[in-house]
């Protein structure tokens, strides 16, 4: 029933910039978190972005100042502009959101090159 389609992942070369894109169905943003993990190869899952349905925002350690999460209600869609890319930005992108159930999308590959 929830449908989470990420989109916009590609190769960029280190400092450059990258916009994911997710868009949702089936999941209500006034009453969901929405959010960004990724996993790198041979590493776990791990949380880069959220925000929650009042718009504050919150931001994995690693990316703060180089991220941005950002969402627009009236198209269901949330986004992540991603800026000054590392090589150690690279991995699965995945959509998430959170309720009462957890849902994620099928990911986007992003891969950063030095």
């Known amino acids: 029933q929830v449908r989470l389609v990420e989109s916009g992942g590609g190769l960029v070369q280190a400092g450059g910039s990258l916009r994911l894109s997710c868009a949702a169905s089936?999941?209500?943003?006034?009453?969901?978190?929405m959010g960004w993990s990724r996993q790198a190869p041979g590493k776990e899952r791990e949380s880069v972005a959220a925000?929650?349905?009042?718009?504050?925002?919150t931001y994995d350690n690693s990316v703060k100042g180089r991220f941005t999460i950002s969402k627009d209600s009236a198209k269901n869609t949330v986004y992540l502009q991603m800026n000054s890319l590392k090589p150690e930005d690279s991995g699965v992108y995945y959509c998430v959101g959170k309720g009462t159930t957890t849902s994620w999308g099928q990911g986007t590959q992003v891969t950063v090159s030095s």
């Open positions: 089936g999941i209500n943003f006034r009453t969901n978190i």
């Open positions: 925000i929650t349905p009042v718009g504050s925002t």
